[in-house]
């Protein structure tokens, strides 16, 4: 008898230390939530992780069951506040599966749907979508905001601009403008983000609307930029994004984007600038034909790199690039063995890694000219034809001749063994090469490939 009495009170105990948490869980988590609105957010602060205490506490005590649910609910929403979203996801999913239809399911799922949109998560829009008919009107008003967002961030504009339909708020028109601006409404955006544009609001992410903007009109994303230049807070690396999401646009005429690309290279101290800078190399390399103009193009970094290492990092790859291509163009003698495949080798690297598709042209025309008898000629016909579109048909009648070449006939699906032996005879070419580069790096010599 006095045993099981002994049993009861344990249990009443137990119950009572595990209500107890749950009741202090929700207190405090009332008493945070004042001193939010209050903006008392040291004292809120606290109490916040006050409640992650005691919600852990309930929680452990009995993890099933719409209690431990609530417990669950209650510590992700005190996270959620605390700006740890990557945990409170994990609390508030599972408070959602163990009670679906709990009486705070659609705070559960507002609370879940703060933290997937912070993070960029694109499933935040579909956490929303019940909340779009709900019957209380500050819910569902919340809901159409912060749907809205998420749908923005997914690049969803339809339904982006469905959800946001008069919601009121800067931060609502900011987001109608960035959904309008992407789907070609230019003069539709700037109209709706007018007051915005008159309060000359610096803290709104004008790049990605004048980016929209440039790769759809851009006389209208230049109208935009020169408005924005007029604002007293701008600031350079303010400046040098506007410019570089303008400079980026495809509906931007070429001299315009470079005009941009050096206005913004010059507003130094930004990573913008430093993007602008790379891109202006860049686009100088694009127009580069041959070795002697990469030779001007390379000398011509030290502008661009001055007082910034990040650009300096950049192109001092390219210029290790460049110098090895250069050396190849200098050393090589028409004929030499292995020649063809050292020629073959720059003007990949010209192509995929300088990005200066007429300068792989120069070599894989001298290849053509100088190893005439090369098996590797069928191998740049086809690496012309996507350089050189204009002249494909003539390239194609070219290589017509070479229909026995185990180029072509892998291009009508037959892998040969003369195939393999070809690629191979390459792959260990550009191997010796590579581990030649390397040794020389460690002794610090400047042999060559070909001597």
Request: aromatic share 6%; net charge neutral.
């Amino acid at each position: 008898m006095m045993r099981r009495a002994w049993l009861t009170l344990l249990l009443l105990v137990g119950g009572c230390a595990w209500s107890n948490s749950l009741y202090h869980a929700r207190r405090l988590t009332n008493a945070a939530e004042r001193a939010d609105r209050e903006d008392r957010s040291f004292e809120a602060g606290g109490l916040w992780g006050q409640v992650v205490t005691k919600a852990d506490s309930a929680y452990a005590r009995e993890p099933d069951g719409e209690r431990g649910a609530e417990a669950l609910w209650l510590r992700g929403r005190a996270l959620v506040r605390m700006g740890d979203c990557t945990q409170a996801i994990g609390s508030l999913e599972r408070a959602g599966i163990l009670a679906p239809s709990a009486p705070w399911r659609d705070a559960l799922r507002l609370d879940l749907g703060r933290c997937l949109d912070r993070l960029g998560d694109p499933r935040a829009a579909d956490i929303y979508r019940p909340l779009l008919q709900s019957t209380d009107s500050s819910v569902q008003l919340e809901a159409r905001r912060g749907a809205g967002r998420a749908l923005v961030t997914a690049g969803r504009w339809d339904e982006a601009l469905d959800a946001l339909q008069n919601v009121p708020g800067p931060a609502a028109r900011i987001e109608r403008g960035i959904a309008m601006a992407a789907t070609g409404r230019t003069d539709d955006a700037v109209t709706e983000l007018e007051p915005v544009i008159v309060a000359a609001d610096t803290t709104v992410a004008w790049h990605r609307i004048l980016g929209y903007m440039a790769d759809r009109d851009g006389p209208d994303a230049e109208a935009l930029l020169a408005r924005l230049l007029k604002f007293p807070g701008r600031t350079p690396p303010l400046e040098a994004r506007w410019r570089l999401a303008v400079a980026r646009g495809t509906a931007v005429a070429p001299e315009v984007q470079l005009r941009h690309l050096e206005s913004a290279a010059m507003l130094t101290g930004s990573a913008a600038a430093a993007e602008a800078r790379v891109a202006l190399a860049e686009r100088y390399l694009a127009k580069v034909r041959s070795p002697e103009g990469l030779t001007d193009v390379v000398e011509g970094f030290d502008r661009l790199t001055e007082g910034d290492a990040t650009t300096l990092l950049v192109l001092q790859r390219y210029e290790k690039l460049a110098d090895a291509l250069l050396e190849d163009a200098d050393t090589v003698r028409t004929g030499a063995p292995l020649g063809d495949l050292a020629f073959f080798h720059q003007a990949e690297i010209a192509r995929d890694s300088l990005r200066a598709p007429a300068l792989a042209l120069w070599f894989f025309r001298r290849i053509e000219t100088e190893w005439a008898a090369s098996p590797y000629v069928p191998k740049v016909l086809l690496a012309r034809v996507m350089l050189e579109p204009d002249s494909s048909a003539a390239l194609r009648a070219r290589l017509v001749g070479f229909s026995e070449s185990p180029y072509l006939r892998f291009v009508r699906g037959e892998v040969t063994p003369a195939f393999r032996a070809l690629e191979d005879s390459l792959g260990f070419y550009l191997g010796d090469r590579a581990a030649a580069a390397a040794n020389r790096q460690m002794r610090g010599t400047e042999a060559t490939v070909f001597e």
